[in-house]
């Protein structure tokens, strides 16, 4: 039988044979394979033509379930504590790092014995350094080189109580025996008798604290000290000090020109304040208690929520406070914060303010007067509420 040979067959028609006389018939078999489809140009099984439009979007997935809140709450808090963590170190570091350390009551000697008090020595100094010719010509400070003490206070925080003790800088006082800060020679007492802000001029800040040690027999935990630009500076920073001047004053040598009433004092207002002693008839113990009265509402207004929790705020106040601020070396921001917080609560009713009972004067200083110095101490020491009155 003759070889037939068959012709290809075209796409998408029935598989066809040809009889024996060689004319083509349909067997009824179709392969089944398709290429293309006219409708969106998908066969089916995930392939699409060349040219032909896109087909409708793939089925969407499984529903969202509900949102997990309690999920999302306990991420937020866990970043928001983290930033906070962070903020904090990073200012603690910040606040640590312009702290001057430069007093060493090491050098100190023949101290009083410790108790369970923490007394502070707070000084504010006539110090110049740092202020342009034209600041100090606004505050009116004069232009002397070096610097002594304008006002001096113990601050004895105790569990029995908040003691806040203003020392006149025109007190009679006896310079002991003392080592020199700098030359570390032992000077033997001589039974000089000087105005206590004499020590200071004399040796700085540990021989002051070693005077001050020695005629009240309290023991000195820790020295603080800012100067004048320091002090205008951080009243600015927080805007301003709202005080309440029972009587009117002025006083042409600080600049101090105050009605009687409540009033906001900025910096300039406030150093001239804290400065006037010739405008009272009793001078350094009228100014002596404007000081107290003025670093309470200051410790007051400044630890508010809205200046410790406001970066813009607090960082000024801060960085105004510290550039100027000398301490002793081992005092820490803990310290420093307990200090602030010990005068704000004196403020608040929880302690006493008063001046160093005086008994009279000798040759233009005032004499404490020594019966009552010594209860003043007894109480403190004891960690009990002073209950002495002051001048």
């Known amino acids: ?13 029935s598989q066809g044979y040809e009889d024996s006389h060689g004319a083509p018939y349909d067997s009824g078999y179709n392969t089944g394979q398709v290429y293309g489809s006219p409708a969106g140009g998908h066969d089916g099984g995930g392939y699409r033509a060349p040219g032909s439009p896109a087909g409708p979007p793939p089925p969407a997935g499984p529903p969202r379930g509900p949102v997990d809140w309690r999920r999302r709450i306990k991420i937020g808090s866990l970043v928001l504590v983290g930033t906070l963590l962070v ?10 790092g312009k702290v001057r350390r430069e007093v060493d009551l090491s050098k100190v ?22 202020m342009s010719a034209e600041e100090k010509k606004r505050l009116r400070t004069g232009s002397a080189e070096g610097k002594r003490t304008d006002s001096m206070m113990i601050l004895a925080d105790c569990s029995g109580g908040t003691t806040m003790i203003s020392l006149p800088r025109d007190s009679d006082v006896e310079i002991p025996s003392f080592k020199g800060s700098q030359s570390g020679k032992l000077f033997p007492a001589e ?23 020695h005629n009240t027999h309290l ?18 920073a927080i805007g301003g000090v709202e005080l309440d001047i029972p009587k009117a004053f002025k006083d042409k040598k600080s600049g101090a020109d105050f009605e009687a009433g409540k009033q906001l004092l900025d910096g300039e207002q406030a ?6 002693r010739y405008a009272f008839p009793d001078a350094d113990l009228a100014r002596t208690k404007n000081q107290q009265k003025f670093l309470a509402a200051l410790a007051g207004q400044t630890a508010t929520p809205g200046t410790i929790l406001n970066p813009f705020k607090l960082y000024p106040v801060m960085g105004a406070g510290l550039d100027t601020l000398v301490v002793d070396k081992d005092m820490s921001l ?38 009552k110095v010594a209860q003043i101490v007894k109480q403190i020491r004891n960690d009990e509420k002073v209950t002495v009155p002051g001048n």
Request: glycine letters at 12%; charged letters at 25%.
């Open 271 to 276: 150093l001239a304040f804290v400065r006037t």
């Open 219 to 236: 023991r000195i935990d820790h020295y603080a000290e800012i100067g004048f630009a320091g002090f205008a500076q951080v009243v600015d």
């Open 334 to 371: 803990w310290d420093l914060s307990q200090m602030f917080f010990a005068m704000k609560g004196v403020t608040g009713g929880d302690g006493t303010s008063m001046n160093m009972p005086v008994a009279g004067s000798r040759g233009g200083n005032l004499v404490w007067d020594k019966a």
């Open 87 to 96: 903020v904090t170190v990073g200012t603690y570091f910040w606040a640590d």
């Open 109 to 130: 000697i023949e101290r009083p014995g410790e108790d369970d008090c923490t007394t502070y020595l707070i000084v504010g100094s006539d110090s110049r350094k740092g």
């Open 1 to 13: 039988m003759p070889h037939v040979r068959r012709r290809p067959v075209p796409q998408q028609q």
């Open 191 to 213: 039974g000089r008798r000087v105005k206590l802000n004499a020590a200071y001029a004399e040796d700085g800040p540990e021989l002051l604290v070693r005077t001050v040690e």
